[in-house]
């Protein structure tokens, strides 16, 4: 077997295709017809994409909520409260009449870290006791619980503090004031 001349073509000088590689006008068209198709699929993929946020989320801009703070960390000690049954209002009373709670000392957390339920919990609970005995009149100490409202982690991350302490009956509503003196 002889090698192949020089100057002759065979099929490994020409493309895989078998055709002569394109020169010239020919190759032009070629990369503009690859270019167009590129963009065809980038457009029909960008299409795709936006029909399906559109038709799975709606083009709605960020939800942004807005802390409103609680009314009852606005109480003081000595108002006496009735809650609405859902628990979400407070309506400061005379304390003559029938009342929920009668407010017997606000005080605040410490800290810049939001401290958790349970630590929450703990240090309102801790403080609470500690008001409690020198507000209540001695007299009026049974049938009486304590409670207290402390600020949430959302209420703690818009600079909330307060931790209001109160002063319940056991069962049914108080009537007049429990405080020392009051």
Known sequence: MSSPA???RTPADEGSSGLPPATGPRRHRR???VGLIAVGVCVVLGAAAGITAWLTHGF???????????AVFSLRTGDC?????????????PCARSHD?????????????WPG??????RAASGCAGLLTGYLNPQLATNLAQSYVYPGQQAWD????????EVRATSGQLTGSVRSGG
Not at 62 to 69: G, P, S
Not at 101 to 113: K, R
Not at 117 to 122: F, V
């Open 6 to 8: 020089r100057g002759t």
């Open 31 to 33: 990369i503009a017809t």
């Open 60 to 70: 709605r801009g960020q939800l942004v909520v807005h802390y409103r703070q609680a």
């Open 81 to 93: 409260v009735d809650l609405t049954p859902n628990g979400t209002e407070v309506r400061v009373v």
């Open 101 to 113: 709670a009668e407010v017997l000392g606000t005080f605040h957390l410490s800290g810049t870290e």
């Open 117 to 122: 339920t349970a630590a929450g919990q703990q």
């Open 158 to 165: 818009t600079g909330e503090r307060s931790v209001v302490c």
